[in-house]
């Protein structure tokens, strides 16, 4: 009886046996199917966006023209009189380093708007007309711009002709007492609208003072991460002389053994990201001076120096991009040194105060 048995267990085992390998063998079938066809869908897809890709690419290669340029030399430096490049790698733009053509062919690439920031408060609203009309001419020429003006009288914004693709925001802010709150306050209005709007207009934003006239087309060469420009005052002056904050108490802070350059506080820029932690990083600063009673030397101005002496900028620019008349004129007197040997062409000009109390 045990025989057949054993045999009936053999034939039992054989039989599931041969189920399992067939049951296998189907699901081997069936998923093999599944992802050929899974594959081959990914593959179609893939087709397609390479497809949309190369055509993407021929519109864009149709809208560039060709260029003509002298081919750039290993050998030979753009400028040899200045410093072109910092021991952090971030270029120093001064008339002659860049070749604009090639700048605006890549920009253009990018259909991205600049923003362009000024305070126009009390009397300071009187520059406000003359600072759009030279923007008009000068910024950013063939570049979509948003204007965004900072005042406390919308009805005084002027209303001026406007290129395609750039337009004037007016933002109603309050007055301030003190003509140099402002330096301090618009540190905390561009963080805010930075976090709350600029972020999604403009890909850029350029800080300026509204006491400027651009004399000269100042373009995308300016644009980085984060840029600053190089008071005229303290060129080629030493970290000793600068007029950083030295008071210990204070957050702008910086001692004398310490300091690359000194930086206007007239024209600062970069990503809204970058300028969005900067400014917020210099209200935080000036609030904290405020809570412990004490003022920067020079105001917002000393709080950002302080920044970017621990947060780098990327792009530096010369005193060409702010210039002061009255201070080249000082130099020359008072050390008979020819500030004007070093700049080719005058970008953005420093205007004079039209009231004693500007």
Known sequence: MAWPLWTLSRQYFSFHQATFLLI??????????????????????????????????RLQDKSLSKLIYTQPSLLIPTRRDVLVLTSWLAPVV??????????????????????L???ALKNYKEYL?????????????????????FTDQPHTVPQIPLHDGRKVVTLQIPSFERPQ??????????????????????????????????QHKVGVEIL???????????FMAGRETFHYERRPKSQAYIPKDEGDFYYTGSLFGGSVAEIYRLTAACHQM???????NIEALCLGESHLNKYLLYHKPTKIL?????????????RWVNEHFDLFHFFKRIKILDLPPLHADT
């Not at 000036?286 to 412990?292: A, G, L, M, R, V």
């Open 286 to 292: 000036i609030i904290t001076d405020k809570t412990n």
């Open 318 to 330: 010369s005193s060409e991009y702010m210039f002061n008349k009255k201070i080249a004129t000082e």
């Open 94 to 115: 001064w008339e002659g380093t860049f070749n604009i053509d090639i700048l605006n062919e890549q920009f253009q690439l990018r259909n991205a708007t600049i923003g």
């Open 24 to 57: 296998a063998l189907l699901l081997a079938i069936f998923g093999y199917g599944y992802w050929y066809q899974r594959s081959q869908i990914h593959k179609g897809e893939l087709i397609k966006a390479d497809v949309a890709d190369r055509k993407q690419y």
């Open 129 to 149: 007309e003359q600072f759009l009309r030279s923007a008009e001419t000068f910024f950013m020429v063939g570049h979509k711009v948003n204007y965004y003006i």
């Open 117 to 119: 920031t000024v305070f």
């Open 224 to 234: 980085s991460p984060l840029f600053a420009t190089l008071h005229l005052h303290f």
């Open 181 to 214: 709150d402002i330096s301090m306050q618009r540190m905390e209005f561009i963080s805010t609208y930075s976090k709350q709007r600029f972020h999604k207009e403009v890909a850029y934003l350029v800080c300026s003072d509204v006491d400027v006239t651009f």
